[in-house]
């Protein structure tokens, strides 16, 4: 009588721990999906004093008041 409970609760036990095994995978699809269409809409662009050329703020290098578009164009500006 005893094994026989022993058994049942221990493949009880295998199912719960399956089911969560499974549910956290489910859930990372969702989230990354949803902050990509805002992130684009902020885009600003800036202009390179140096090479004249326009580049997204966010990617765009800030140095002495004006946004560059490389380290190297960064260093031009000071020479
Ligand atoms: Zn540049």
């Not at 290098?61 to 260093?75: K, Q």
Request: aromatic share 12%.
């Amino acid at each position: 009588m005893l094994r026989t409970l022993l058994i049942i609760l221990c493949v009880y036990w295998t199912f719960k721990f399956l089911r969560k095994m499974n549910q956290p995978t489910r859930h990372h699809y969702a989230p990354p999906h949803a902050t990509t269409g805002t992130s684009q809409a902020m885009t600003e662009l800036v202009r390179d004093p140096v090479c004249d050329m326009y580049i997204e703020k966010t990617t765009a290098i800030f140095r002495s008041g004006n946004y560059f578009c490389s380290e190297t164009c960064a260093a031009k500006f000071k020479s």
